[in-house]
């Protein structure tokens, strides 16, 4: 019977540590303030929910961020920008698609000469959340051969 409480208070226990222990990472969500123009032939792809451990840190390498072509024609000079507006810092980038052409703790580029069709550019960034509560990125977009407007709203919470 004493073993038995003992093997049950150890399990509470543990149970109470790891508990404790999710506690500290967090979930987070963001949506987009304003949609792409209706004749732009691009998605822009961004995360709508990510984790946060102890520190602020996104877990599992970062945010992705991207545009995605929604036709076969190629465009010509395409550069997507990410810009911190609220609590939000960049560490190291990796780049699909292109190549970054700026990153600093406040903005990262990526740019390619040719989108072709159905293609994909983007970058996934380290990121820094300096309150989870409350973040918001600018993104633009640059290109030729379309009708998107450059400023294609924020993102955050």
């Given amino acids: ?60 390498g970062g945010l992705y961020f991207g545009v995605k072509s929604k036709t076969a024609k190629s465009f010509k000079k395409v550069t997507f920008t990410v810009t911190n507006s609220k609590n939000v810092r960049f560490s190291t980038a990796k780049a699909t698609g292109g190549g970054i052409t700026h990153r600093t703790s406040q903005t990262v580029s990526v740019s390619t000469s040719t989108l072709k069709g159905k293609a994909s550019l983007g970058f996934r960034v380290r990121t820094h959340l300096l309150n989870t509560r409350s973040y918001k990125l600018k993104i633009t977009l640059h290109g030729s051969g379309w009708n998107c407007a450059v400023n294609q709203g924020t993102w955050g919470a």
């Fill in 1 to 60: 019977m004493n073993r038995t409480r003992t093997t049950a208070a150890v399990l509470t226990a543990v149970g109470v540590l790891t508990a404790a222990q999710l506690g500290l990472a967090g979930a987070a969500s963001a949506s987009t303030g304003a949609p792409l123009s209706s004749g732009c032939p691009v998605n822009i792809v961004y995360p709508s929910r990510f984790y946060v451990d102890h520190n602020g840190w996104v877990t599992n």
